[in-house]
């Protein structure tokens, strides 16, 4: 059979590993060398024409309704994918098409409302108690969830060495632990803005329950549209993934216009080191608009705009261990999210922080710190690394 040809050079020239795979006519075949520790089953045919159009979205979606099902290690399946030269991850012939992506204001509000404004009740579930959703910083390989995103917070807040009383804006800023906590501990004037209603409602709440309404405020509002505003520092976590190729220059001119002569940033996000993209599946079913840019792509609109790398670092294998840990937690609650959702909505998402891991795992994305400055000095930044660590 010309489908059964297909799928032979499918499977033979997509993994590094052996893999049993039993079709949609009960037979089983085997692909590599070794004993197989990974199998897949096909319940029935996905069409080649579909995998053709865009191998990620088909076999994606065919996992989403059990079309599809897998027996082992679905993150290593996908890392042995990701590792693979041939796999469809790589190979143009599987990516004929992508969904349309616009990032126009309307565009990006929908879009981050579409992921983010899914529920808080559902993010509760098995993000840590501080509610942060992007990579933790293990400072211990015996650190939890909770104590590895404080961590984090605190690993960003000291490379801006703040100076208390001074202001800081935190563009994109979830629901509000990194501002909060600086404000809070730091003593700095905060302001945070995001696009989720969900979220802004969180932090106006968690504002007021904590007193901080003289030194803390939130807004729901575009980046682009703050206005004639400066502020002493600035952070922005997990947020340019969002604003499309197209923008990334005007997200950094924004960062650059917002800082004071001086001012320094921690700009803290998803980066590929060999070059920008994106996934039709992830750009279909989670992150509408989504968009990983290059580490050089980011660099030139860095220094475009005026503005000048102090440090760099790479927290790629962070964040594999923080997509770990929220498969783990979400893996435990599967029967509440699916009664909040359904069963294709838990499949999906499973296999969303899987695949997330097994793309931090294999190199295939990287998660970057860049701290900048507006200026050559960088206001009160020391001469070396020391006071990061204190």
Request: charge should be negative.
């Amino acid at each position: 059979m010309l489908e059964k040809k297909f799928y032979r050079a499918f499977f033979k020239n997509g993994f590094n590993i052996p893999i049993r795979v039993t079709y949609w006519d009960n037979k089983t075949e085997i692909y590599g060398e070794g004993t197989p520790q990974i199998s897949i089953t096909f319940h029935k045919e996905v069409p080649i024409r579909s995998i053709v159009k865009n191998a990620s979205i088909a076999l994606g979606e065919a996992y989403m309704d059990g079309t599809i099902e897998v027996d082992g290690s679905l993150e290593d399946l996908l890392t042995s994918a990701y590792d693979t030269a041939g796999s469809f991850f790589h190979n143009k012939k599987f990516i004929h098409y992508l969904p349309k992506i616009s990032h126009d204001e309307a565009e990006s509000k929908k879009d981050i409302q579409e992921h983010y404004d899914i529920g808080n009740d559902f993010y509760r579930l098995w993000l840590d108690d501080t509610m942060t959703y992007s990579c933790a910083y293990f400072e211990t390989p015996k650190d939890d969830l909770k104590t590895a995103q404080l961590n984090k917070v605190h690993h960003i807040l000291k490379k801006l060495n703040p100076q208390a009383g001074r202001t800081f804006l935190d563009i994109g800023c979830g629901w509000g632990t990194l501002m909060l906590t600086a404000a809070e501990e730091y003593h700095l004037k905060v302001t945070g803005i995001t696009l989720s209603q969900e979220q802004y409602d969180y932090v106006h709440d968690q504002i007021r329950d904590r007193g901080l309404q003289d030194v803390a405020t939130v807004k729901l509002v575009d980046y682009r549209e703050l206005g004639d505003v400066q502020f002493d520092y600035i952070t922005s976590v997990g947020m340019f993934e969002h604003v499309g190729k197209e923008n990334l220059g005007e997200y950094f001119k924004c960062v650059a216009n917002y800082l004071t002569d001086d001012g320094v940033a921690l700009i803290h996000g998803i980066t590929r080191q060999q070059g920008g993209a994106t996934n039709g599946w992830l750009n279909k079913w989670i992150f509408p608009g989504g968009y990983v840019p290059g580490l050089v792509e980011n660099i030139s609109h860095i220094e475009e705009n005026g503005l000048q790398i102090y440090d760099l670092e790479s927290l790629r294998r962070h964040y594999q261990r923080t997509t770990e840990m929220w498969d783990e937690n979400f893996n435990q609650v599967r029967p509440q999210v699916a009664e909040m959702f359904d069963e294709q909505f838990v499949r999906m998402w499973d296999l969303y922080l899987q695949a997330c891991a097994a793309s931090f795992k294999s190199g295939n994305i990287d998660v970057m710190q860049y701290l900048i400055s507006k200026g050559a000095s960088g206001r009160d930044l020391p001469m070396t690394r020391e006071y990061m660590y204190k």
